[in-house]
């Protein structure tokens, strides 16, 4: 696995669809508009953007959780539930967002083992839009911390 080749050839490519990465029981899935990064979604609680805004103090838990409850699609649809309610502005959500696929990402590029597969498909134009530049957060690779998935053990 080299999500770096990968993602910056999806880039590149201009490519609009979802890269889905898994290793072992982890899963991410990448959603890109025209090569760009819009939204990361993951198997690990603790990486979606309504923890993100948690963790930022932008969004009480009982509101995420009210949120999350209210909304048809659940994480999915949770950005356009906090806007419908304006629970929060595009405004206070686009640097959460835009980070919360960032660090996504460079714990990606830590990856060793696992497989990704790019899946074509229109997406819907996002209410918010995350500002990420695939080349630059790989120039920032070597401050990444440790990746959610262990190196392959057998290529120490």
């Known amino acids: 696995l080299n999500a770096y080749t990968d993602l910056t050839r999806q ?40 923890e993100q805004l948690v963790r930022s103090k932008l969004l ?13 699609r659940g994480e999915d649809g949770l950005v356009d539930r906090l806007l419908a309610t304006k629970a929060l502005t595009a405004a206070q959500i686009a640097p959460e967002l835009s980070q919360n696929i960032s660090e996504g990402v460079v714990d990606l590029f830590g990856w060793r ?8 498909q229109s997406v819907r134009t996002p209410s918010v839009t995350a500002t990420v530049d695939l080349l630059q957060l790989a120039q920032k ?12 053990p057998r290529k120490r």
């Open 60 to 72: 009480p838990r009982f509101e995420l959780d009210k949120a999350l409850r209210e909304s048809p």
């Open 113 to 120: 083992i696992g497989s990704f597969e790019f899946t074509p």
């Open 11 to 50: 880039e590149v490519e201009r490519a609009t669809g979802v890269v889905e990465f898994r290793a072992a029981s982890v899963w991410k899935k990448l959603t890109l508009i025209e090569g760009r990064p819009i939204g990361l979604v993951s198997n690990i609680g603790l990486e979606s953007i309504g």
């Open 141 to 152: 690779d070597g401050q990444r911390a440790r990746p959610s998935v262990p190196p392959d």
